[in-house]
Structure formats: C-alpha cells, structure tokens
C-alpha cells in the first residue's frame, strides 16, 4: 500500500521569506501523481500544485514550487515571498497512475506565517 | 472553474435522526466524486468513491447501510447519514473529478454535529 509522510507537523515562516515542507513517500509504481493541497481555517481544501512522475522537470505555480526527486520518492514544497494569506495545513497527497482515482494523504503540516 | 459546492455548510441534529448533505460540481461533469471525513487536526479519511449511476465503493470498516451514497447525475452527489450518532459528528468532505482528469477538486465541507 501507497503511504505518504510528512514529517513537520508544524512550521512557521516570516513574511516575505521561504518556507520548504517536506513530504516522502512510499510506492512501487512508476505512473503516479503526486500533489500538495492547501487547508486554511475556512477548512476549503485548495489544490496548490501537482506533478506528474513522468515528468522530470518540477512543477512551479507562481509563489510555490516543487523539488521532485523520483529516485528518492521526495516532494517537498517550496513557498517563495510567503504571505498571510499562505498560513494554513498543507496536505501531501499521492494518487497512482490512469485508472486510479483514490488520493492518499499524508498527515499534514500546519504552516504558521509571522509578520 | 471546477467549483464543487456543498450544502449544507453545518448541521445539527438530534440522535436518531437521518441528515443528506449534497455535493454539486457547478462548472464540470463530475464523474467520479469521493466522500472523506475528517476529524479536528487530522487528515482526511476517504470513505467511499461513487460513480455517477453506479453504486457506491466504501473503504474498509465504513458502514455502507450508515453512510448513504447516491451519485444520480453527473453534477450531483449526496451522503446520507442515517441514524446518526453523536460519533458520527465530523467535518464531511466531498471531492469531484471530470473524465480525462487527474485533480480532484474539493467542496468546502460540512461540519455535523449530533446531539
């Protein structure tokens, strides 16, 4: 069975600067999706990023960006110029490749932003 | 786009009592939504993965009878909770994806309280 890991329960961060949020995870597939999701106090689940494995090159949406490392089965999220508004529990979820649908979800991170 | 709605936001209801929450895609057709629960500061747990017109496939150890699931249009999804309990009160999350995608986007949740 897929597992999914991380490993910071809580991390804080000043405003304007970088946060990194660890995630590992376990599976011995080749084709599989892995994605971060965003969990602010209104508790709406928000996808941030997503990358697929077959894809070498890592997945950047604006502030936030990936460091996917296959070999390793690491994807951890780098949050650049972090704002108030990022201040939230970050989801690392797994889901295997076409055909599948189910996501599995690591524990969580809750991100602390001080001004 | 892919918005997912759910109504309704919370509910409080007596033990004993049946509540339907609903879950739309407002903007896709969803032809796959899932149902998780989540309990405070924890992750979320899948219950079960529905099929629009087919029946219902529940993880291990969630009552099929308790938890309700009909999926009758591609836009629509509803949990019932039948006979609820004050155990059963949690945050209820639903989530949809449309064919030939691999996201699956979030509604913004129920919070059930039974008393």
């Known amino acids: 069975a897929q597992t999914v890991t991380q490993s910071q329960p809580e991390m804080s961060v000043q405003e304007a600067e970088t946060v990194t949020l660890s995630c590992t995870y376990d599976?011995?597939?080749?084709?599989?999706?892995l994605f971060w999701y965003k969990q602010p106090p209104s508790r709406q689940m928000i996808l941030v990023i997503r990358?697929?494995?077959?894809?070498?090159q890592n997945a950047t949406e604006n502030r936030f960006s990936v460091n996917f490392q296959k070999a390793a089965k690491s994807f951890s999220l780098k949050i650049s110029d972090s704002q108030l508004g990022d201040a939230a529990m970050y989801f690392c979820?797994?889901?295997?490749?076409?055909?599948?649908?189910?996501?599995?979800f690591g524990k969580g991170t809750k991100l602390s932003v001080i001004p | 786009g892919a918005v997912v709605s759910q109504h309704p936001s919370r509910v409080i209801c007596k033990s004993g009592t049946s509540v339907k929450i609903e879950c739309r895609s407002l903007?896709?057709?969803?032809?796959?939504m899932f149902w998780y629960r989540q309990f405070p500061k924890q992750s979320l747990m899948l219950m079960a993965t529905?099929?629009?017109?087919?029946?219902?496939?529940?993880e291990q150890g969630v009552e099929k009878d308790k938890f309700l699931i009909n999926h009758a249009s591609l836009t629509l999804s509803t949990l019932t909770v039948t006979s609820a309990h004050p155990e059963d009160s949690s945050f209820y999350i639903c989530?949809?994806?449309?064919?030939?995608?691999?996201?699956?986007?979030f509604g913004p949740g129920t919070r059930l309280l039974v008393l």
């Open positions: 989530s949809a994806r449309s064919q030939g995608t691999e996201t699956q986007y």
């Open positions: 599976t011995s597939e080749s084709d599989y999706y």
């Open positions: 990358q697929e494995a077959y894809k070498q």
């Open positions: 979820a797994y889901k295997k490749g076409a055909g599948s649908y189910q996501l599995t």
């Open positions: 903007d896709f057709q969803a032809t796959t």
């Open positions: 529905s099929n629009e017109g087919s029946k219902a496939t529940y």
